[in-house]
């Protein structure tokens, strides 16, 4: 047992709980969640309306452009951050422009539809496994390996709690940050643990190591200015930070994936066994391949509607339980 290994389980412990409790304040909250029913794209034309739903009962369209909603427009981002969020029956104005013509189409929210409850409870779920099990890992193994597992897992499994609603805007500000912060660093972190996983890469054994996390330091300070400056959200500027955010969520969930698949390759049958390299590429292949895929086309046509996107996360819930498997595998085998 190292003292390097074993100086973080109690950080490790309180940002679980926190985590865990952040998660039930938000599906406590989820009662209050509402439904509107379309996605719009980065120059807030409609490219989604979903059959029944509020917006298609308001007369929303394919291609239609939203021009405001509740009376501010859609670009002035200091205002919307401002209002507080639409309530269960409240009824807010959309203008659109259509072909040329302005309509205003009275929506009114309805409850969060029975399959978004689902997903949401799922995802709460799916979380708290990434969390205890980083957690358990760390503290039956307290190695360097389940260290850098836990950090990945832990932070990850944040990613699923969606916390209550935070009317103060600087309060929900301050905690955007710090949840993007999160939420970055489980994606470095996740390159980190693939690359650290026996066979080490040579890539770690040098400073090359901090450069991992400089993209996710560029990023994290370009949404801090960002949420504290509050730009008018344009399409341009919305479609650059897309393309930001899709290019490194796919940059570190490609380099997870290919690492391992090297690794994988260049070792014996027997070592992909004893090693829990099988394991490793079963989480791996079920767990991060699928929305790895879904989230490159998003990224690129975010108006290609693909089959199963609402569901295709529930394959994370494959990533703690083949890795701590394979970590099971490796302790033995060392």
Known sequence: MSEQSTKYNAVLVIAGVLFIIWGILGLMDAKNYTYAGYNTGDDYNVIKVEEGSPAASAGLQLGDVIKSTG???????????????????????????????????????????DTDSTNNTVGFIIGLLFILIGVYAQFKHKTALSLSFALFAVCFGYLFMNGPYISSVILSSIVGIISTGF??????????????????????????????????????????????????????FNMVMRLLFGAFIIFYFGLAFITLIRKYISASSEERSSKGLNMMLIGTVVGLLPILVYFTINTIKPDVELPGNDYVFYTFAAIPIFFFLAIEKQHKAS
């Open 71 to 113: 009376g501010i427009a859609v670009t002035d981002s200091k205002a919307l951050n401002k209002r507080e969020r639409a309530k269960i029956g409240e009824t807010r104005d959309i203008v659109v422009d259509r072909n040329g013509e302005e309509l205003t189409l009275p929506l009114t929210y309805t409850t969060m539809k």
């Open 183 to 236: 939420v970055l660093f489980s994606f470095t972190a996740l390159a980190i643990y693939m690359l650290q996983y026996p066979p080490e890469s040579a890539f770690l054994r040098s400073s090359n190591k901090r450069l991992l996390y400089i993209p996710m330091l560029i990023l994290l300070a370009i949404i801090t200015i960002i949420t504290i400056l509050q730009p008018d959200g344009s399409g341009t």
